[in-house]
């Protein structure tokens, strides 16, 4: 028999053509196999026994690769190539249509393999020590990729001619580099060289130099996979320090990479499934909590903070770097011995700027902040920073960032019975950028692609990097967009660029509210699931977001039902004395919240120390009183955002008064509460009214009959705390209790308002998003009592809660909008 398939799915880059010419060989199958624009075309010829169980081994592809379709064509087409004799063959891949949309996927970065890691440490090996050895299960792919198909002629390797060891390898059907499009070894590169700052180049091994420049407190910028690291000893608090005054980044976390998981217990908490996360090919940075002792020591990782950010190693050279550190011992077994040391690796770029990628850039941008660079001479085509993700109760992630590992690995919605699928470019929101392609399949449904994280839009190097990637992902995907989305804030940066880019092609242009984007973000993450398509409930909780009247959202209570979204309710608004000043210095909120809950008296004595409070508190006075009716904030800039309700808790507890970063109020207060043995009590049964409270440490619950969540309650009972903790005994623990009741009762609060806005509309499932949910406390307390009440739960599991998520929101709400031919009524 003769049969030709198409295999769709995680094909190319992953070793699935020399895969499926050896299996096909061992049973004796004639044909070919090879790339197209589709995935991976095979054609196979022999006896029907044979063929067929050919075709029953292509859906056990080994990982990283992963068969969606296997698809049958026509077997006798005209213009297929010939099939040897009697042989099977790997096949050149044909020239790609430029007009053709592109069905192939691309393969994710990947960490260095174990069955690589062997020979990287065996002196017998031709790759003993090879700072680029992997292999077609592993290493580069996203960042070292010019076009598809995924051939080394498309890749950066190309700038590389093999050596006639890695060509015999490459021919040679029984090694394990049979067909390997990113064969690398000593002899024919890529190579590392090590430069001072100034340009001097250092002789001799350049992994062995580094290391003892890191060990003798020095700064150096490694070019990685995609992007540099600037790295320095974590353990030197010296070091530390100075690479955060270089940075300019006085108190946000850095990530840090140990060795393994044994180098890591004595110093943080682990769970199997936070290990596992760990250890996983994608190798994401994942926040662990440190143990009492650990943030003692070293202040200065993560000031403030219960929980710290680490990965392993996933390029030989982080490997390498600890086995010289090691003193180089030979064999594996060390691999999985405890390491003492503990490298700082955070993003190699200038303050503000996106994550360099290039020498010139480097040398322009990291030397100023480094003592040396260690550069290869492998381009990278793309950046991709590292992912971050906190693991969940349950084992599931909840990111702050996707990148490394998982982009740009795509979503599949499945195919609307009438509709076609629309070309949807969304360009997200100001901070955290990502932007979202979604595309129509040629199975009928849609793969949707979000970008790895861009940055904050406020600075010109980024909105370039921005600009290219709009520019560059249609082109990568061959398609032409049909419509674009964008944020519905007129004032952000990517909705200017959407709007520019409709104009000029002529296409509608689809602005989607903030926090309707939020929540749409999580349906389009459980597309396969018929409930994504019926209402829900949405709770988007986070800092800012313009809403539907103009004003500042945050706190919101929504009926979601695809592309359609009506606002149920809302927090209790607070002022913002300062616009976006306040969101910096949250003791601005604290008097913002005294003065809301009538109790300006206190804030001269409460803010003694900030010389402005006086006058802020007149000027609050004032514009309250010019209000009509006396009680109404509306003449002031105001919002309903829990971020700001966060920051003005931080503030009254005074537990710092300017932010060094987005969300450090949050963050402190959070790993304040993390402290505290203070809990309140779960409810095992459904509750829809607000909790019974009771006992010293039980602040009042308050919900409101008009969908308005008011925090007026709760907040007198922290401002009461506030007051007392200046006079305790124990005055941090006193603020740690307060601020876990502050969490605790926000969580059964939220929960119960949700729940009584799914009894009123006859809806069962709760979408919760934002990015208040990064906050683990309150994410995991919310959730529990929402399924106490019998509620189904949807949280973002595979892309950001935060605003890396909202171009995701945005194409799901655009796809509805262009697909449903008659508006749904909310």
Known sequence: MRRRLILRGQVQGVGCRPWVCQQARALGVRGWVRNTGEGVEVLAEGLVNEVDQLVARLNQLPAPGRVDELLTGDAHAPGLPAVASADFTILPSPALGEQAPLHA?????????????????????????????????????????????????????????????????????????????????????????????????????????????????????????????????????????????????????????????????????????????????????????????????????????????????????????????????????????????????????????????????????????????????????????????????????????????????????????????????????????????????VSGGTQVFVSPHVGNLDNAGTRMAFDALAQQWPVWRQVHPTALACDLHPDFYSSRLAAECAGQADLPLIPVQHHHAHIAAVLAEHAHDPASLQPVIGL???????????????????????????????????????????????????????????????????????????????WLAQAHAKTAPASSLTALPHSTSLGRLFDAAAGVLRVLDRSGHEGDAAMRLESLAARSVVRLPVPTAPTFSPLPTSGPTSAPSALSAQSVLDWRPLMHWLCDQATASHVATSPATQVADAAAVFHLTLARDLAAWATQACVQ???????????????????????????????????????????????????????????TPVSLTA
């Open 105 to 441: 996927l691309l393969g994710a970065d990947l960490a260095v393999c174990d069955t690589c890691l062997v020979e990287l440490f065996d002196p017998t090996s031709h790759r003993w020590r090879h700072p680029f050895i992997h292999c077609p299960q592993c290493g580069p792919r996203y960042t070292v990729t010019r076009r598809l198909p995924f051939d080394r002629a498309n890749t950066s390797l190309a700038d590389f001619d093999l050596c006639p060891r890695c060509e015999a390898e490459v021919h040679d059907p029984h090694d394990r580099r049979f067909h390997d499009q990113t064969q690398a070894c000593p002899d024919c590169g890529p190579r590392l060289s090590l430069f001072l700052s100034n340009g001097e180049a250092v002789s001799g091994d350049a992994v062995a130099q580094t290391w003892q420049m890191l060990a003798s407190g020095r700064i150096v910028a490694v070019q990685g996979v995609g992007g540099f690291h600037l790295c320095c000893d974590a353990r030197q608090p010296e070091a530390v320090a100075r690479l955060r005054a270089l940075k300019r980044r006085p108190t946000q976390p850095l990530a840090v990479v140990a060795a393994n998981v044994a180098s890591l217990q004595d110093w943080l908490e682990v769970s199997p499934d936070e290990a596992r996360w760990l250890r996983s090919p994608e190798r994401p940075i994942v926040l662990l909590n440190q143990k009492s002792h650990t943030a003692q020591a070293y202040p200065g990782l993560a000031p403030h903070l219960r929980s710290l950010g680490v990965m392993l190693p996933y390029t030989p050279v982080h490997h390498l770097l600890f086995h010289e550190a090691a003193g180089r011992p030979a064999g594996q077994a060390w691999l999985e011995q405890a390491q003492a040391p503990w490298l700082v690796m955070t993003s190699g770029n200038a303050p503000g700027e996106p994550l360099v990628i290039d020498h010139d850039h480097a040398w322009r941008e990291l030397a100023p902040l480094a003592d040396a660079l260690l550069l290869h001479d492998r381009a990278i085509t793309a950046r991709n920073d590292d992912s971050v993700l906190r693991v969940r109760p349950d084992g599931s992630a909840s990111w702050l960032r996707r990148g490394r590992g998982y982009a740009p690995l795509p979503l599949s919605w499945p195919a609307r019975q009438g509709a076609s699928s629309p070309t949807v470019l969304a360009l997200g929101g100001e901070l955290k950028a990502t932007l979202c392609l979604s595309t129509p399949h």
């Open 540 to 618: 988007a909780l986070d800092g800012h977001g313009l809403g539907s009247d103009g004003q500042a959202w945050g706190g919101e209570l929504l009926r979601v039902h695809r592309d359609q979204c009506q606002r149920l309710g809302h927090l209790h608004p607070l002022p913002l004395p300062g616009g976006e000043r306040a969101a910096r210095e949250p003791w601005r909120q604290g008097v913002a919240l005294l003065h809301t809950l009538g109790r300006g008296d206190e804030i001269a004595a409460r803010f003694a120390d900030q010389p402005s409070a006086a006058g802020l508190q007149s």
């Open 761 to 819: 509309h006859d809806i069962d499932t709760v979408v919760l998003n934002g990015g208040c949910l990064a906050n683990r406390l309150l994410d995991d307390a919310l959730t529990q009592h929402l399924h106490a009440a019998g509620l189904r739960v949807w949280r973002a599991s595979h892309y950001p809660c935060g605003d890396g998520g909202l171009s995701l929101g945005q194409a799901w709400v655009a796809h509805h909008r262009l697909t």
